[in-house]
């Protein structure tokens, strides 16, 4: 049983939303509550074949539980580091739904380490997964929602705060590069009712990501479902309703009324502690 606090609501009946990362964790949850609340969803991430047991799941696994909601959906494998596969992606969108209503910057990559501690290689796979691919396919999609005149786009990324570069220098960069993306979009196409917003945890949130990195467990998580639920409420509001801005996710459900957050604890009766940006253990994100 899912634990929104919007389930079954149908805000966002016949809208169709492009998330990426969408095969598992977040992106995941994102699309089945966006699936619950009536939309169709274009399911892009890399993984067609699970063949990681550190990775469960796939994008025609997650279709088919959007199917099983009575919803449509587009699996696409998409390596967003493509230019020319995002372009291509957002094109079979537009030719399957006809639109895109919404997309989600869900996917990802995380690398911590200090400035001399950071290979170029690795400088550049945030770079290229995490900003460069948010604009890439907010370009793709911004020309369907300026004709449409309506149109959200949603980054998961912090607001902009100086005092989180050190120890992530990398990273803080690609992130916070995405959120000045959304702050760009929102100030030059709100006059076609289009808005974007950054969003980002209040504490560390149950995720592959901070499974397979060791951040901390699940005494200190909360469940992927409450970043779907602030996913929806920002898209469940017509996009000129609400101006781009960048959220921590507890204070945008807080102003939807929510009080009660023990229903996104990973451990029952144990709430996580608030962390910000650098909060987690300290730890090694590098591969060998």
Excluded at 101 to 107: K, M, Q, R, S, T
Excluded at 187 to 214: D, M, Q, R
Excluded at 270 to 282: Q, R, S
């Amino acid at each position: 049983m899912p634990v929104s606090c919007y389930d079954g609501r149908m805000r966002l009946r016949d809208r169709v939303v492009f998330i990426t990362g969408a095969s598992r964790g977040i992106g995941r949850a994102v699309a089945l509550i966006c699936a619950r609340e009536g939309a169709d969803i274009v399911v892009a991430a890399k993984t067609e074949v699970a063949d990681n047991p550190r990775l469960p799941g796939t994008i025609h696994d997650v279709a088919g539980e959007i199917a099983a909601l009575g919803r449509r959906a587009l699996p696409l494998k998409l390596d967003v580091r493509d230019d020319e596969a995002c372009r291509s992606a957002v094109a079979a969108a537009i030719e399957r739904f006809g639109r895109i209503d919404a997309l989600v910057n869900n996917a990802g990559a995380l690398f911590w380490a200090d400035v001399l501690d950071t290979p170029m290689k690795r400088f550049d796979l945030v770079m290229s997964v995490n900003v460069r691919a948010s604009f890439a396919l907010s370009q793709a999609v911004l020309p369907h929602m300026i004709a449409q005149k309506y149109g959200h786009i949603v980054m998961m990324s912090p607001p902009v705060d100086v005092s989180v570069c050190a120890h992530h220098g990398a990273y803080a960069v690609s992130k916070l590069g995405m959120t000045m993306v959304a702050h760009a979009i929102t100030e030059e196409y709100a006059e076609h009712n289009i808005t974007a917003h950054a969003l980002w945890p209040a504490t560390a949130v149950e995720s592959y990501a901070t499974k397979n990195f060791g951040l901390g467990g699940p005494e200190i998580w909360r469940k992927a479902d409450i970043l779907a639920d602030a996913t929806l409420a920002l898209l469940a509001r017509e996009p000129s309703a609400r101006p781009g801005k960048a959220w921590i996710d507890e204070d945008l459900l807080r102003e939807e009324g929510v009080t009660d957050f023990s229903r996104y604890q990973c451990v029952p009766g144990v709430e996580p502690p608030h962390i910000g940006f650098t909060g987690l253990p300290k730890v090694s994100t590098a591969k060998p």
